[in-house]
């Protein structure tokens, strides 16, 4: 009866190890296949050429040939609008933050031979853009350029109420009174673009050469304005600033600079204080 028992469990044991044998090589024929499979599927994807960002450019970079190289990816991710064709990019002007790596697409290039400049398209979609007029010194020097960072200065009147002794009839002890304020109206400006005007101007050639004197025309830029890309608010705030007549100035940064400058608004009393002029007899 032992004997009967332990060939009887052999023969279980023997089935158990055969049932693992045949499952092991179920799951390693399955995963032989799925990797084939997988091999297969990556044969057969159909890739695509198109033009990436090498390195990071900000909105209205100009793009040169060193910015973007070509890169082969999977058509199914490859938007319709891509560049395919490093030509196709070379030139324009982006209309958005690009990073490394990123796909160029033509939605977001502008042309910068068009009539326009495509200026209102290179805007991000937070900002407008607002002509500013050239009429200050430096803009009559031709100084600014455009891409230039500028601060722009304003002296304006405006009516405050002043506190004084009370008025025995009315009670009221404010007066209203005009006066004048110099401030920083805006720091750290992008010059956008420039609004140009070319004139003739007649010089007297003959008296530069020792000549007769003779009179001719040379071309002459004039800047008419300044095309600035600004938040809504800080543009109504400068048509309001233009609007009450503000006199205004433009002052020329360096090109790296981001300091926010902390300048205190000038004032009559100020000028009195900070020249002493109140000691004076």
Request: proline share 3%; glycine share 4%; net charge negative.
């Amino acid at each position: 009866m032992a004997n009967k028992t332990k060939v009887a469990f052999f023969i279980v044991a023997g089935l158990i190890l055969v049932a693992i044998g045949i499952f092991a090589s179920y799951l390693l024929i399955q995963r032989v296949q799925l990797n084939q499979a997988q091999v297969g599927t990556e044969v057969d994807t159909i890739k695509t050429t198109v033009v990436v960002a090498t390195r990071d450019l900000l909105l209205g970079d100009t793009i040169s040939e060193t910015d973007i190289k070509l890169a082969s990816v999977p058509v199914e991710i490859a938007p319709r609008n891509v560049i395919t064709t490093l030509a196709e990019a070379v030139g324009k002007i982006i209309k958005t933050d690009l990073v490394q790596g990123e796909m160029v697409l033509l939605h977001n290039l502008a042309d910068p031979t068009n009539n326009n400049n495509q200026l209102s398209f290179i805007l991000s979609e937070d900002h407008v853009l607002m002509a500013f007029p050239g009429d200050d010194l430096m803009s009559r020097e031709s100084i600014v350029q455009r891409g230039d960072i500028v601060d722009i200065f304003a002296t304006f009147l405006e009516t405050v109420k002043t506190v004084g002794e009370a008025n025995t009839e009315t009670g009221e002890s404010e007066a209203a009174i005009l006066r004048t304020f110099t401030v920083d109206a805006f720091q750290k400006v992008s010059v956008t673009a420039l609004v140009l005007e070319v004139i003739s101007q007649d010089i007297d050639t003959g008296l530069l050469q020792g000549q007769d004197e003779q009179a001719a025309s040379v071309p002459v830029t004039v800047i008419k304005a300044y095309l600035l890309a600004l938040k809504p608010q800080d543009a109504l705030i400068l048509k309001h600033l233009k609007d009450v007549g503000a006199i205004f100035d433009i002052v020329l940064r360096s090109p790296t600079s981001t300091v926010q400058f902390d300048l205190t608004p000038v004032t009559e009393e100020y000028i009195i204080e900070f020249y002493g002029l109140e000691i004076l007899p």
